[in-house]
């Protein structure tokens, strides 16, 4: 491994290089910099990624001549450049992109990664994320690391040796941060019911966000539970902790929490460091749906932008405008529906922030089906939860209706069944 300048390492990218970039907290900034800044010199230049944290430069739309994005989960910071015709998406299921690279489908010339400091051993972690990063790396004709004694040192894939390393750039500095937003009444109540749901020594899936954060901070009379998640944040370790999530139910990684990306506070980063109980794997492992459905009682709580009466669940786009990706839901949603007593939730609440109906009577125009409704299990609001495993259209529009905000439920119904007659 040679130690340079981020300067000096940006020269290696070339122009009809495609870059794999280290996803979520673990996003080398100072990396996708000094290329950004190279500009001028280079053309057609791909930037591809799962959702990344902080600048993204070489999204700028006047860039698009040099760089262009090639998004698996888009993010709010390059979700301009798609809209703007300099970017794309890949719709591609979480437990898919590392294939993308072993089976050729996409090649990559460079890796971008941010890593621990070597240990005695030469020994690094790539900390807060592995996802597809070992595939890229496995698969590219460089790897450029930025060492940073700030990112935590995670177990299991994410351990890699320094011979695996092409360049290094040393560079020290607190890794991304997300704070913890207040949990609002809405968000409690939609709390209250998922976790009616889950039972003792379930193991549980969740992302981040106010929701998911709610249902776990009722869940602190439960027992044995396991955590089998392609992500987790803060929520979880207060649970960890007091032992209510110990892991001795599952049948995969038994004693161990798994995961293959973790975002969250500087609180989260310092208890992952070092810490044998969190095992990081890639996401074709984590989020491969016959790997999940051996853990006993999956519960897979995921959230939505849309869903119609009839099941069908919107979660990447609005209409045509996309605005996320499939990531893992149907990974999961599968998953925990083939696991012995598992459960799949889609929790959301009724109005968006942006003030929009999210249980609708027909999804926009355009919008993506990430979850099918013979896939839909439960789906949650605050208004309740509706079951629509083994129901007819029917119960399933009666039953959607009743978890609607009372003012709409009327209007939701009458504009389905008029526009079926």
Do not use: W
Request: hydrophobic share 40%; aromatic share 6%; proline share 3%.
């Amino acid at each position: 491994m040679k130690y340079v300048s981020a300067s000096e390492a940006a020269k290696v990218v070339k122009s009809g290089d495609r870059i794999y970039v280290h996803a979520a907290a673990a996003t080398p900034n100072i990396l996708t910099k000094a290329i950004s800044d190279r500009a001028e010199e280079l053309r057609n230049v791909e930037f591809c990624h799962i959702h990344t944290e902080g600048a993204a430069p070489y999204a700028d739309p006047a860039l698009s001549e040099s760089f262009h994005v090639n998004s698996f989960f888009i993010g709010k910071n390059v979700r301009h450049t798609i809209a703007a015709g300099n970017g794309s998406y890949t719709p591609v299921f979480l437990s898919e992109v590392p294939n993308l690279f072993r089976k050729g489908a996409l090649k990559v010339d460079v890796v971008l990664i941010q890593v621990s400091p070597p240990d005695e051993h030469g020994f690094c972690s790539l900390g807060t994320s592995v996802e597809a990063t070992v595939a890229a790396m496995e698969c590219a004709k460089v790897v450029i690391a930025q060492v940073n004694k700030y990112m935590p040192r995670t177990f299991g894939d994410s351990v890699l040796h320094i011979s695996k390393i092409d360049m290094a750039v040393e560079h020290h500095t607190a890794i991304y941060a997300q704070k913890q937003a207040v949990i609002t009444d809405t968000e409690a109540l939609i709390g209250d019911h998922v976790a009616a749901l889950i039972e003792d020594e379930s193991t549980l899936q969740m992302g981040i966000g106010s929701i998911p954060n709610a249902v776990l901070s009722r869940l602190t009379n439960h027992k044995n539970l396991g955590l089998h998640t392609e992500m987790f944040s803060d929520g979880v370790i207060d649970l960890i902790e007091s032992g209510v999530i110990d892991c001795s139910k599952k049948t995969i990684a038994k004693g161990r929490a798994l995961a293959t990306f973790l975002i969250g506070s500087e609180r989260l980063y310092r208890f992952v460091d070092n810490n044998p109980f969190i095992v990081m794997k890639e996401s074709s492992y984590v989020n491969d749906t016959a790997i999940i459905r051996q853990n006993p009682k999956v519960v897979a709580i995921n959230s939505a932008l849309e869903v119609d009466v009839t099941g069908q669940i919107c979660a990447d786009s609005l209409g045509v405008h996309m605005y996320s990706g499939v990531g893992g839901q149907m990974d999961f949603v599968r998953g925990a529906s083939l696991s012995k007593g598992g459960k799949a939730i889609i929790a959301l609440s009724f109005t968006s922030n942006k003030g929009h109906n999210r249980i609708v009577p027909f999804l926009k125009q355009g919008a993506g089906v990430v979850t099918t409704r013979a896939h839909a299990q439960y789906i949650v609001t605050e208004y309740g939860v509706a079951d629509l495993y083994g129901k007819t259209l029917k119960q399933r529009v009666d039953a959607m209706v009743e978890i609607a905000h009372p003012d709409f439920r009327e209007e939701i119904l009458k504009t389905y069944h008029d526009s079926i007659k």
